[in-house]
């Protein structure tokens, strides 16, 4: 069947439509739990398909269960991790098709460890999003960085920095930028 111009403007418009629905009406195509699975390199530590969003809503011990494993490990401690975060990898891991752990490289980092880590190198922002709880480094096992990071930026949630030589993915909640 050919397409006309009619019938492509009305798809258009009925796919803008979509978008324009309230929250309420989208949240009808979440799914009804959303799980994460990590490995801390540092630390050896796991969590395996942690339900962290349940029926709409964050699940309170999960997220303390990943704010301990995100943490800080050079230093011990502990800090609030941008839910953001959390749905950028769940929508990467949905959006590449792994069931893999993510991998973490980095975390939650404190204002000390980050000064120290500028001392050692140039890719550590002064002003890190891991300081605040809002970025993470990763790789996910099965998928090829490149294709991760691309699918990354194909989200438009924050920030992607691509490191292949270290071989990891950053991303965070911060406004919308790649590097």
Known sequence: MAW??????????????M??????????TEPEVKTLSFYHLHTGERLRRIP????????????????????????????????GVLDILFRLRESTGSANAFHIISGFRSSATNAMLRTKSRGVAKGSLH????AIDVRL?????????????????????YYPKSDFVHVDTGRVRWW
């Open 19 to 28: 978008l324009a629905l309230p929250r309420w009406a989208r949240a009808a």
């Open 4 to 17: 006309t111009r009619r019938d492509f403007l009305r798809s258009g418009l009925m796919a803008a439509g």
């Open 131 to 134: 300081t605040r709880g809002m």
């Open 141 to 161: 096992p099965g998928t090829q960085l490149k294709a991760l990071r691309q699918a990354a930026l194909d989200l438009k949630a924050g920030g992607v920095g």
């Open 52 to 83: 962290f969003w349940e029926q709409g809503e964050f699940v309170p011990d999960a997220l303390h269960e990943i704010n301990r494993l995100l943490r800080d490990f050079r230093t011990g401690e502990v800090a609030e991790i941008d839910r």
